[in-house]
T-cell receptor, first 114, second 116 residues
Framework: DGGITQSPKYLFRKEGQNVTLSCEQN?????MYWYRQDPGQGLRLIYY???????QKGDIAEGYSVSREKKESFPLTVTSAQKNPTAFYLC?????????????FGPGTRLTVT | AQTVTQSQPEMSVQEAETVTLSCTYD???????LFWYKQPPSRQMILVIR??????QNATENRFSVNFQKAAKSFSLKISDSQLGDAAMYFC?????????????FGKGTHLIIQP
């Protein structure tokens, strides 16, 4: 089955620790995205990548970092510089041509930092 | 920058009735895409329907249809014959048509309750 996987579903970390969230897709999509969702809020864009070894900051990139070494994978690192890291994180992918622009989402990772 | 506004934090409808969710957006672009996503309690984001701004015809997908008013920058979602499985958060989203990868701009969502 084609799709997007995110692991783990729940993640707990102590304040001051970096943590990496995994995102893998087998849809052969060129573009991948990371969003953050807080209670009562819509999704906000953290980073996106159109091609391997290239990525762009979104609206709330501070305190986060990403890499795109493979087309299928787009891990997100939440660093200790992120002031409010507790949130629900969603990964998405899409094509980059006009007929394939819909974004498909993974199941998400709930990160709790205490 | 584009903004998306959903003015109804919560809506309630009787099962089998019709409900309309509102969405307005602000943009200076003439070509773009609009989407409605559904997020049930599982929190999986599911694409419901999409609309290309250059198309005058309103999109429909089975019981879901949109009323796209480009001049008014309005993009409402109508759900006909509401079912219990339609209960979810619904998000309106905007995407520039500049080509390539581009993130979505989301509204804050409308919580839809279906009364049996």
């Amino acid at each position: 089955d084609g799709g997007i996987t995110q692991s783990p579903k729940y993640l707990f970390r102590k304040e001051g620790q970096n943590v990496t969230l995994s995102c893998e897709q087998n849809l052969n999509h060129d573009a991948m995205y990371w969003y953050r969702q807080d209670p009562g809020q819509g999704l906000r864009l953290i980073y996106y990548s159109q091609i391997v070894n290239d990525f762009q900051k979104g609206d709330i990139a501070e305190g986060y970092s990403v890499s795109r070494e493979k087309k299928e994978s787009f891990p997100l690192t939440v660093t200790s510089a992120q002031k409010n890291p507790t949130a629900f994180y969603l990964c998405a992918s899409s094509g980059i041509l006009a007929h394939s622009y819909e974004q498909y989402f993974g199941p998400g990772t709930r990160l709790t930092v205490t | 920058a584009q903004t998306v506004t959903q003015s109804q934090p919560e809506m309630s409808v009787q099962e089998a009735e019709t409900v309309t969710l509102s969405c307005t957006y602000d943009t200076s672009e003439s070509d773009y895409y609009l989407f409605w996503y559904k997020q049930p309690p599982s929190r999986q984001m599911i694409l419901v329907i999409r609309q290309e701004a250059y198309k005058q015809q309103n999109a429909t997908e089975n019981r879901f249809s949109v009323n796209f008013q480009k001049a008014a920058k309005s993009f409402s979602l109508k759900i006909s014959d509401s079912q219990l499985g339609d209960a979810a958060m619904y998000f309106c989203a905007y995407k520039s048509s500049g080509g390539g990868a581009d993130g979505l701009t989301f509204g804050k969502g409308t919580h839809l309750i279906i009364q049996p």
